[in-house]
């Protein structure tokens, strides 16, 4: 009990204090004790209906309360059947508060609590009608004396007074089940499916106001002395449905239309529409909450903007495996395998390059790599000067990791060493595998997701050993094992490599039949050439 009354302590409606005190003492019992207590209210509109009728007809108090006592007998009737009636309707939610909340389970409830208050009139608006309207007007004649013809206006009256209860017990359960709803959204978020019950907030503002003028009506009229209760109910009806109903229908126009802007600018923005506004047409509550979406959908549209700049500064990958569930910025140990691809004698170009030059080279360089280490499962780990480093493993776990690396591997150096409209420069590619730690590197605010271990440095080593080889691709003796694939692999023998204590097995694919550029710097060029060429096309 004290959990439920904790979780609801913050909400700020006086209204619903009386039913969150009542909810947090009674818990699984509050749905049925609270229906219980709200229908007996029917014996005050039936009470009330009756003491409203003895102001028409000079009956004595005796006769009066006669009809008083059959009509509140029937009433107790109805209230029986009633709460059988929609008895079935409370265990779903009875089970929820009691501790049964899986998925399955909350959805039955919040179904049940939103839909109670309409299979409240569902299930118990007919038996009124015809248990207890009908047979107290015609028990009535006989007591007050009236004449047959007075059943009509009698039964216009009972089942304005039906209709009137009705109204009162849809609106007090509707009270009732909200501290449970509000229990139930702050565990889970319920999303409105199609199929439940619930009164359209329109019929709910042209039933209930024009109920109000008409019992209004009868009242004052009663009040006023009025002798004939059927010339009652034609003035009250006939005011009720002209000037009353004129001014309900321009109110809920006035509620309704900003709502239904709200509807569709809702439902534009989960269509993924950001520069959908909703016009602000009032100053009451609903302007300012057309104007407080407003500044949602402004914050979405920040958002995104910064979405987007999240993908194209960090690999889309890593971004999706930060904002899943299962990250864990400690760190985790995994097996992967490590691509570093480097351009060689770079730094003679960038000496005679101009800075634009070399921006624009490198990044035709990189628009061929990176959708290559993308299309084998790896993603890029981080770009260093001219050269980068990809994972293949982490954060997406795969067994074949090594594969897709030397597979990665013989492609880029298929696109970009492999005579024709390469970047124009040539880059070494080093291979190696094993565990590394893989989680959020960085402090004071600023992290990147990163591994780190030997198996990298290993890596970043046997690049720089494809200089000396004369290879494109050099891969370890660690991720020849692993490999799964038929690849053609020859040796290099045991090479020393600098910082690292033993002497590492490398293996290099058959080094195909390739003509080298005789002049690499020019290739370059001609690329940065064909660069500026596109971009003054396009501007």
């Known amino acids: 009990m004290q959990a439920i009354r904790s979780r609801l302590s913050d909400n700020p409606s006086v209204l619903l204090k009386p039913f969150e005190w009542l909810y947090g003492k009674l818990g699984p019992r509050y749905p049925g004790a609270f229906v219980k207590l709200e229908l007996q209210a029917a014996f005050l509109v039936t009470a009330g209906t009756v003491l409203l009728l003895g102001a028409y007809y000079d009956s004595s108090i005796g006769a009066t309360l006669e009809l008083l006592a059959v009509t509140l007998a029937l009433t107790a009737g109805a209230i029986v059947w009633g709460f059988l009636r929609i008895r079935p309707w409370l265990g779903p939610i009875r089970a929820w508060i009691d501790g049964e909340r899986d998925e399955p389970a909350t959805a039955r409830a919040w179904t049940a609590a939103v839909g109670l208050p309409l299979m409240l009139i569902r299930n118990g608006l007919a038996y009124p009608i015809v248990g207890v309207v009908l047979p107290s007007c015609v028990v009535a004649v006989p007591i007050l004396g009236l004449s047959w013809f007075d059943v009509f206006p009698l039964l216009f009256a009972g089942m304005i007074a039906a209709g009137y209860g009705a109204i009162l017990h849809h609106l007090t359960v509707e009270v009732g089940m909200r501290p449970i709803l509000i229990d139930i959204n702050r565990s889970v978020s319920p999303r409105i499916e199609p199929g439940v019950p619930a009164l359209p907030l329109r019929w709910r503002l042209l039933a209930a106001l024009p109920m109000i003028n008409v019992i209004t009506g009868f009242i004052v009229v009663a009040v006023a002395g009025a002798d004939s209760l059927g010339f009652s109910i034609l003035v009250v009806i006939l005011v009720a449905t002209t000037i009353s109903l004129e001014l309900t229908i321009l109110l809920s126009r006035s509620i309704l239309e900003p709502l239904a802007d709200l509807r569709r600018a809702t439902d534009a ?50 971004a999706e495996h930060i904002l899943s569930e299962g990250f864990s910025e400690g760190g985790e140990l995994v097996e992967i395998s490590v691509l570093f691809c480097d351009v060689v004698d770079f730094s003679s170009f960038a000496a005679a390059a101009e800075p634009q030059q070399v921006v624009a080279c490198l990044n035709a ?33 795969v067994s074949d990791h090594a594969d897709r690396a030397l597979r990665a591997a013989l492609e880029i150096d298929r696109a970009v060493n492999g005579e024709g409209e390469g970047p124009g420069f040539r880059v070494g590619i080093g291979v190696n595998t094993g565990e590394v730690v893989a989680g959020s590197i960085g402090g004071a605010g600023r992290l990147n997701f ?81 660069v500026r060429g596109g971009d003054r096309a396009e501007g």
């Open 269 to 318: 923005v989960a269509e993924g529409d950001l520069d959908i506004a909703v016009p602000i047409t009032t100053a009451d509550e609903i302007g300012e909450l057309a104007a407080s979406f407003n500044q949602m959908v402004e914050g979405l549209r920040e958002r995104e903007r910064i979405r987007r700049a999240f993908g194209v500064y960090l690999d889309r990958e890593v």
């Open 365 to 397: 360089l990189f628009e061929v790599v990176v959708p290559v280490v993308a299309a084998n499962g790896g993603h890029i780990d981080k770009f260093e000067g001219d050269g980068l480093m990809a994972v293949f493993g982490a954060p997406e776990r």
């Open 450 to 530: 990163s591994v780190i271990g030997d198996p990298v440095n290993v890596a970043a080593r046997v690049e720089a050993t494809t200089r000396e080889t004369g290879d494109a691709v050099l891969l370890t003796a660690a991720t020849r094992e692993r490999l799964t694939d038929g690849f053609e692999l020859e040796s290099r023998g045991e090479r020393e490599l600098k910082g690292i204590e033993r002497p590492v097995h490398l293996y290099a694919p058959p080094r195909p039949d390739r003509a080298r550029r005789a002049d690499p710097i020019g290739a370059v060029r001609s690329v940065y050439a064909r």
